[in-house]
């Protein structure tokens, strides 16, 4: 097992999880999604996140994608597994198994369950650090909406300093710019890595604030390699310019199709047999497929063309 450097920063978009047309894992299309994200030039992947459907999988597919994307990735890049859970017992078991498998962080949300079960400041901070203290590996907060839980600025800078494997953190609220530039100024060097998500639909303004990380969809990181290469060599006008070309399919994948977009590209590209979500998920309508492809085909990220 290969011991990846830190600070962990870069690409590292979101694998999908492929099913059969009945509902099964599609194993088989799960190792070309590796595969082909590995050649996306990305700097790790994420599994079992949301717009990996793990709220669609039994605990038992999850432990069974852990091994499969593990072994299908060989060392070649970091893997990110996502253990969220409700329940601190069932989260920290998720990332002991994880990092046993050789996963090279964890990712976690808050715990939340529907939309008024939550915890306080107190209960949160041990549930992050049971999490990270199980996995012995560094640990991901993902700040995103969904939980419908406020992580204040303060409250993630005291987790930075006093749980030295959490400092790494997803930020995908709104105005998540300044958000990120507030929690860096904050926690200073304890911040290790300052993250956006939400498709990068906000890359330019977040880099520009201090992100060192994006965590997209694994429809065009081949794509945003260029436009974050850029920004990190000093060539802002070049990368503000490669991300204007990139916009449009991310605005359309983030406002219209969701985690289906990466699904529905890749079947068109070879990569996988199916664009199936499980029920009662349903599959983009036509209009919206065809519009998506449309922009797809002008972008041309690797995701359209890898399989044929």
């Given at each position: 097992?290969?011991?990846?450097?830190?600070?962990?920063?870069?690409?590292?978009?979101?694998?999908?999880?492929?099913?059969?047309?009945?509902?099964?894992?599609?194993?088989?299309?799960?190792?070309?999604?590796?595969?082909?994200?590995?050649?996306?030039?990305?700097?790790?992947?994420?599994?079992?996140?949301?717009?990996?459907?793990?709220?669609?999988?039994?605990?038992?597919?999850?432990?069974?994608?852990?091994?499969?994307?593990?072994?299908?990735?060989?060392?070649?890049?970091?893997?990110?597994?996502?253990?969220?859970?409700?329940?601190?017992?069932?989260a920290a078991d998720r990332a002991r198994r994880a990092a046993a498998a050789g996963a090279s962080l964890i990712m976690v949300m808050p715990p939340y369950h529907g939309a008024t079960m939550r915890v306080d400041e107190a209960a949160m901070f041990e549930h992050f650090a049971r999490v990270a203290e199980a996995a012995g590996v560094p640990v991901m907060i993902q700040d995103a909406p969904l939980s419908g839980v406020a992580l204040s600025v303060p409250f993630l800078a005291r987790i930075a300093r006093e749980l030295p494997l959490v400092r790494y953190f997803k930020i995908e609220v709104p105005q998540a710019a300044a958000k990120l530039r507030a929690l860096i100024a904050a926690g200073g060097n304890t911040i290790e890595g300052p993250f956006d998500g939400e498709e990068a639909i906000t890359l330019m303004p977040d880099l520009d604030a201090g992100a060192t990380g994006t965590m997209s969809s694994a429809l065009l990181p081949d794509l945003i390699r260029?436009?974050?290469?850029?920004?990190?060599?000093?060539?802002?006008?070049?990368?503000?310019?490669?991300?204007?070309?990139?916009?449009?399919?991310?605005?359309?994948?983030?406002?219209?199709?969701?985690?289906?977009?990466?699904?529905?590209?890749?079947m068109e590209g070879g990569v996988i047999k199916s664009d199936a979500v499980r029920h009662p998920l349903e599959a983009l309508a036509g209009a919206t497929r065809a519009e998506l492809l449309e922009l797809a085909r002008e972008a041309n990220p690797l995701a359209l063309r890898w399989g044929r």
């Open positions: 097992m290969v011991t990846f450097s830190r600070p962990f920063s870069g690409l590292f978009p979101v694998a999908p999880t492929p099913f059969t047309e009945s509902g099964d894992l599609d194993l088989d299309g799960q190792r070309r999604v590796i595969d082909c994200m590995v050649d996306q030039r990305v700097d790790g992947i994420c599994i079992l996140a949301n717009y990996s459907e793990q709220y669609a999988l039994t605990d038992a597919e999850r432990d069974t994608l852990i091994d499969v994307c593990l072994e299908q990735t060989a060392d070649r890049v970091p893997v990110m597994v996502t253990c969220s859970h409700f329940t601190t017992r069932i260029q436009v974050f290469d850029d920004f990190r060599a000093g060539r802002r006008e070049e990368a503000r310019q490669g991300y204007a070309r990139i916009l449009p399919l991310i605005n359309y994948e983030n406002r219209q199709c969701g985690l289906r977009a990466t699904k529905t590209v890749m």
